[in-house]
T-cell receptor, first 110, second 115 residues
Framework: RKEVEQDPGPFNVPEGATVAFNCTYS??????FFWYRQDCRKEPKLLMS???SGNEDGRFTAQLNRASQYISLLIRDSKLSDSATYLC???????????FGKGTRLHILP | EAGVAQSPRYKIIEKRQSVAFWCNPI?????LYWYQQILGQGPKLLIQ????????DSQLPKDRFSAERLKGVDSTLKIQPAKLEDSAVYLC?????????????FGNGTRLTVT
């Protein structure tokens, strides 16, 4: 089983719709979790951290389920500018080993 | 705050040639990472430094890749000799010390094409 797995997509979603991505991780000792956004030919940039209690930032909601070892990202009222690749990132306990998923491509359609 | 600096932005070389990339992390960031990102895939960790010591280089192809961070600040990554499959973007990132809950800050990357 891969350390961090994501559905590669692409997800083709009409503007204004809600879209959700899941990401599963294999190491139960994983300690911290993030979602990064990567635009075409650009470097990844932090979108949001994922906390145990779940967290929300505007149209974006991230949740963590430690029992099932997955994290999720929900985007509401999607905009054209949300088109990007969304990378799930897991930090393993103790040694700052940071593992990326392969990313999920999102295309918002006008 | 100045970001992570990388150079060059682009490099085109022929197979079997050598190449070097440079990275200067954000000031005060003790942990430095080199990632390789092949088109269509997520970043793959090559090597992780904590100050000038190597924390993890398990996925670094040591027969051709080397990296150093001699003074615990800037770092170089070298490939010698290059192969066609090394064509990728090489990303440098840094975090604060003990930053298990600290996000990565990436540089712009170096796009390598091996012909």
């Amino acid at each position: 089983r891969k350390e961090v797995e994501q559905d590669p997509g692409p997800f083709n979603v009409p503007e204004g719709a809600t879209v959700a991505f899941n990401c599963t991780y294999s190491n139960s000792a994983s300690q911290s979790f993030f979602w990064y956004r990567q635009d075409c030919r650009k470097e990844p940039k932090l979108l949001m951290s994922v906390y145990s209690s779940g967290n929300e930032d505007g149209r974006f909601t991230a949740q963590l389920n430690r029992a099932s070892q997955y994290i999720s990202l929900l985007i509401r009222d999607s905009k054209l500018s949300d088109s990007a690749t969304y990378l799930c990132v897991v930090n393993l306990q103790g040694d700052d080993k940071i593992i990326f998923g392969k990313g999920t491509r999102l295309h918002i359609l006008p | 705050e100045a970001g992570v600096a990388q150079s060059p932005r682009y490099k085109i070389i022929e197979k079997r040639q050598s190449v070097a990339f440079w990275c200067n992390p954000i000031s005060g960031h003790a942990t430095l990472y080199w990632y390789q990102q092949i088109l269509g895939q997520g970043p793959k960790l090559l090597i992780q430094f904590q100050n000038n010591g190597v924390v993890d280089d398990s996925q670094l192809p040591k027969d051709r890749f080397s990296a150093e961070r001699l003074k615990g600040v800037d770092s170089t990554l070298k490939i010698q000799p290059a192969k066609l499959e090394d064509s990728a973007v090489y990303l440098c990132a840094s975090t604060k010390t003990g930053g298990y809950n600290s996000p990565l800050h990436f540089g712009n990357g170096t796009r390598l094409t091996v012909t």
